[in-house]
């Protein structure tokens, strides 16, 4: 017994045992990545050059097809568009929010939790009630003057651009918010103090700060829109046809599995280059950093 | 930093040098007041600080003294008031017109800036050449005793270097006047003591105004020209550190700086030199200097209060000297403190708890429980009125 040197063999077990737990407790999310994620983007790469046969048609149809590029362009220009009004408008939302105090903060807060728990479909219907060609804001033109021509907010670029800001900015706020939330108050003051007008203090205090969240947010919302499908499907055009509702044309209407699937990898692929060129940027930490 | 004369520089040392009415700003408040929603915080504030003074505000949490600071530093804006700094109304100017360094409880650094980034901040808002900003940042940082550490982010320095950076980036354009936010409660007391030192020899190096705001009495007695007790928003009583301790002006301030006797008497007599005051312990008589009253309170019956330091209270005198009143007593407790002791007393016969401060006897007799002689000095004591 005393030859034996408990310690080593206690911490060859523990050692064993330390890394076991770890891969126990991983188990049920990499089996769901694995089942629910890895094997379908395989299958659909994988049906992307095979059917109906094998080669790379599809991928050369998808660049070569002015219809294909045209949605392509359709979805990213529609992406980038409703990133940048959700930054446009949730940043100097989230910072009003910021800056309020008490009762008032609650209330703001109150209101984009609010937004944020109806789903996208009702508002992104309730916009033809507002928009629409009888909707409120047509009829008090009609209302005011009698020679009025409605205007034509819907089915078209702007319709789109409105339902997905209007959807994705409650989600840009709180990303915001947080952000915001974790930068000292006294930081700005002592900008003022120091000589900084308030602008000077915004620019080069407060805004650098929440660069982090600006860049987490307006990526997660890029890549979150290009998958969009509710809101161009009712507020857009024939001309607005986004990328994922010819998918879905091509897959169910016309059983054209094989280009649905190279339309896909091709989507699936801009995410990824979007949310790698994140993480080059700023490094993943950076969501969670506390500075 | 470049008229530094290198001659008298090293002569100087040693020779105290107090900057009066030097490089400093005046600072005159007037009549202040500030309402938040429901509370009155500053509650009729007025204040003449004098060009290169230390001040320091000294209350608990909630009187109001960094409300007061806030304003003059122009980051709250008062309901009612005047502020003028160095001669013109600052009242209604934004703060960075103020020209005003202010040193925060949490120092609030910019993290996102290094240490020489942090310290050069006030003097590229003030657009000055490069060449110049770094000159300037270099010399401030071995002032404040940070070389070094100019290209750190200061979440890679110590809470005390941090201290040293907020302090430098105050002062590094120069300000007439200095605020200065609780900027030593974060800091262990080691390194709380030290700094004091060095926020005050920094002080008479500098000639700059000086408004220090805190809740360590110690802080205020050891650092101040001048302490403005504040309670419930308004002043109890501006006067010197020495003057608030030896001759406290109200009940409130005896028992609120160091520690206080509070022995409850009547005047028995109002003499052209002395008053007359019968308390538990007889009838004393107290010098006209030592009577915080206005004159016209000064009346038979009275009800006031006998403020007795703990010093003042002799453990065992070694011989009969005037003035001294022996007693009795019981000691229930013995609190050894390092360079003193404390003793908490029950004279015999009494009912009243005295507090001491002597040395503990080496022939260890002077414990819990035995007996003392103890000497009251009532030419010390000081009256005050019986109500706050």
Sequence with gaps: MSEFSPTKADSKAFRALRLEPGLIWLMPGLVIIALLFVVPIVLIVWASVTDPVPGLGHYAQTFGDPLYRKVLINTIVSAIGATIGCLAIGYPTAYAIYRASGRLRMVMLGIVLFSYAVGTVPRTFSWIVVLGDHGIINSLGHFLSSDFQPVPFLYNQFGVLVGMIHVLLPFMTLLLLGSMARVNPNLEAAARTLGASRTKAFLTIFLPLTRPGVLAGAMLIFVYSLGFYIVPAVLGGAANTTIVMEIRDLALRLGRWGLASALSALIMAVSIIGAAAYVRVTGLSNVYARE | ?388
């Excluded at chain 2, 007061?68 to 008031?81: C, F, M």
Aim: glycine share 10%; net charge negative; hydrophobic share 40%.
């Design chain 2, 1 to 388: 930093m470049s008229d530094v004369h290198d001659i008298g520089d090293s002569l100087s040392i040693d020779r105290p040098q107090i900057v009066e009415g030097g490089i400093g700003a005046r600072v005159r408040i007037q009549s202040l007041f500030k309402d938040f929603a429901e509370v009155r915080a500053v509650d009729n504030f007025s204040l003449d600080v004098n060009a290169g003074e230390f001040v320091s505000f000294l209350g608990a949490s909630g009187s109001g003294k960094s409300t007061v600071l806030r304003i003059v530093a122009g980051l709250e804006e008062p309901t009612s008031g005047n502020v003028i700094i160095g001669g013109t109304d600052a009242t209604k100017l934004p703060p960075e017109l103020r020209d005003i360094g202010m040193v925060f409880q949490d120092y609030a650094l910019f993290p996102h800036m290094t240490v020489a980034q942090n310290i050069g901040f006030p003097l590229r808002m003030r657009l000055l050449p490069g060449r110049e900003i770094a000159a300037k940042v270099e010399s401030v940082m071995r002032l404040v005793g940070i070389e070094g550490l100019g290209t750190r982010k200061p979440s890679q320095i110590s809470g005390g270097q941090q201290q040293r950076v907020a302090l430098a980036r105050a002062i590094v354009f120069d300000p007439k006047l200095l605020l200065l936010d609780e900027p030593l409660s974060a800091l262990d007391k080691n390194l709380r003591e030290q700094m004091k030192s060095e926020v005050k020899s920094l002080h008479r190096r500098l000639g700059v105004t000086i408004v220090y705001v805190t809740h360590d009495q110690s802080e205020a007695l050891a650092l101040s020209d001048r302490v403005v007790v504040m309670r419930h928003g308004h002043i109890v009583d501006v006067d010197s550190p020495e003057r608030l301790y030896r001759l406290p002006a109200t009940r409130y301030i005896a028992g609120f700086i160091g520690e206080a006797n509070l022995i409850d008497g009547r005047i028995e007599r109002a003499g052209p030199d002395t008053i007359t005051v019968d308390c538990i312990f007889g009838k004393w008589e107290i010098p006209r200097s030592q009577v915080r009253l206005n004159p016209d309170q000064i009346s038979a019956q009275k009800m006031v209060v006998i403020v007795l330091r703990p010093e003042e209270l002799l453990i065992e005198p070694a011989s009969q000297q005037p003035n001294i009143q022996l007693l009795e007593c019981t000691i229930s407790e013995v609190l050894y403190n390092g360079s003193f002791t404390q003793f908490d007393l029950r004279p015999k016969g009494l009912d009243i708890r005295l507090h001491a401060r002597g040395q503990l006897g080496h022939d260890g007799r002077l414990g819990a429980g035995a007996t003392a002689r103890v000497g009251l000095r009532a030419d010390r004591a000081v009256v005050v009125d019986s109500e706050d």
